[in-house]
């Protein structure tokens, strides 16, 4: 049992394995390498521990192993280009089924070797930009593990 936050690489894993229409999946530090949304090479995928909340559990022996359930929210967000028109229709036409696979390999996957781990459930999706050929999509995720001392 570990008190490290919960590990990213473990649904960058499973979109590698998973998605096969992707020319890549990074993490934070890949996305916040590109300064614009035309600069995103498609169909492209980057997740993002976006938070990890600690529930309260009552104070066991002092002592005592201690273990305490996070919840973890971590975001998804999917590049797509489209030339066809610049209004953005066809790009989202081009979105749903990388989309689609994406949510696929994710909603209900158990991320495997953690402690108390539930299935990843989605909680919301928006387009969050726009310019004419690439159009950027972002899932917010939520799942749960347990962390602290068995001894």
Not at 78 to 91: H, L, P, S
Not at 92 to 101: F, S, Y
Not at 136 to 143: G, N, V
Request: proline share 5%; aromatic share 6%.
């Amino acid at each position: 049992m570990s008190s490290a936050p919960f590990d990213h690489n473990l649904i960058i894993e499973r979109l590698k394995d998973q998605v096969a229409v992707l020319e890549s999946v990074g993490g934070a530090a890949d996305f916040a390498a590109i300064k614009a949304v035309r600069d995103f090479r498609t169909p492209t995928a980057y997740v993002i521990l976006a938070e990890e909340t600690p529930m309260p559990r009552s104070s066991g022996a002092p002592g005592a192993a201690t273990r305490q359930m996070v919840q973890v929210r971590f975001g998804v967000v999917v590049a797509t280009r489209n030339y066809r028109d610049n209004k953005g229709k066809n790009a989202m036409d081009d979105l749903r089924p990388v989309l689609g696979q994406v949510r696929d390999a994710l909603i209900g996957w158990v991320p495997p070797g953690l402690v108390g781990a539930r299935d990843c459930q989605l909680i919301q999706g928006q387009a969050v930009d726009y310019d004419t050929s690439v159009l950027i999509w972002a899932d917010l995720y939520h799942t749960q593990h347990a962390i602290g001392r068995t001894s």
